[in-house]
């Protein structure tokens, strides 16, 4: 498994220095940003971090502007921290996509088993991707065989739905291709 990058987005110096430390002892890789823009930018790389510890209020914004771009939110989990705790404030964070929400000072043992939780499914969507590749690779796809381009785009278009409540029928005649 690899290691957990985590971005940590906190104007509070000193309590992003304490967070950075903890998780780091953790053995996960550490960013930082103060600021939302200085976030974006590190969260528009190829290299991304996995997790966002993200406080709400921030110099230039809301944090919660993070979760409204579903490019990062598709591909990073978003905890959030706060001071400014409020049941209106949790409500949004999690309706808008949060992992979680953390009032400060942060309860670490629970940081700690989120920032767990998240590498233990990371790892295992990993895997879950190398087998799924292994069976395209092989020309299968649960009961569907096929290795053609097209077939390829039929596995593409199964997976992307697979995790939405829409019932799909695939047809076609057996063996055509």
Avoid: W
């Avoid at 406080?55 to 579903?70: I, N, Q, R, S, T």
């Amino acid at each position: 498994m690899s290691e957990l990058s985590v971005l940590i987005v906190e104007d509070d110096a000193d309590f992003r220095a304490s967070v950075a430390a903890l998780v780091s002892r953790e053995g996960y890789r550490v960013c930082e940003a103060e600021t939302l823009a200085k976030a974006r930018d590190q969260l528009g790389g190829a290299d991304s971090p996995d997790v966002v510890l993200l406080d709400l209020v921030l110099p230039d914004g809301d944090g919660l502007e993070l979760l409204a771009d579903a490019e990062i939110t598709e591909r990073t989990e978003f905890v959030v921290m706060t001071g400014h705790a409020a049941v209106e404030s949790a409500i949004a964070a999690l309706r808008d996509g949060a992992l979680d929400y953390l009032t400060k000072p942060v309860d670490r043992v629970r940081l700690k088993t989120i920032l767990t939780n998240v590498a233990r499914t990371r790892g295992l969507k990993r895997e879950v991707n190398a087998l799924r590749g292994e069976l395209r690779g092989l020309g299968r796809f649960g009961p569907i065989v096929g290795r053609s381009k097209a077939m390829q785009q039929v596995y593409d278009l199964i997976t992307r739905v697979a995790s939405t409540e829409s019932t799909v029928f695939v047809t076609g005649e057996s063996g055509t291709g």
